[in-house]
């Protein structure tokens, strides 16, 4: 559910899973115009966020901010681990930090 951009919530009760919420947030349908509007004017577009990576990966897709496959997709496409996958040239990159002490 994350690669399609939704965050999902189990609720528990000692052992017994009673139900999951999931919850969808998309982003507003004018942010994909202002993204390629940035993008093209040369302008650096920065994604922020504390989403899970994967559902963050999924939002920047449906904004335009990736546009070509990741080097975990690729890997995945190609049976190999990561750090076997070249990537000659990038438009998009993502890190993943905690702010939890």
Do not use: Y
Not at 31 to 54: F, N, Q, R, Y
Not at 74 to 82: H, I, N, S
């Amino acid at each position: 559910m994350a690669e399609d951009g939704v965050a999902v919530l189990v609720l528990t009760f000692r052992v017994l899973v009673p139900g999951l919420i999931t919850l969808m947030d998309p982003p507003r349908d004018e942010v994909p115009a202002a993204v390629a509007s940035c993008l093209s004017a040369g302008i650096k577009v920065v994604m922020v966020t504390g989403d899970h990576p994967l559902t963050a990966q999924a939002i920047a897709r449906k904004i335009g901010l990736i546009t070509q496959p990741t080097r975990d997709l690729l890997a995945k496409q190609r049976g190999v681990p990561e750090n076997q996958v070249m990537v000659t040239s990038h438009s998009a990159t993502a890190t993943t930090t905690s702010l939890t002490s």
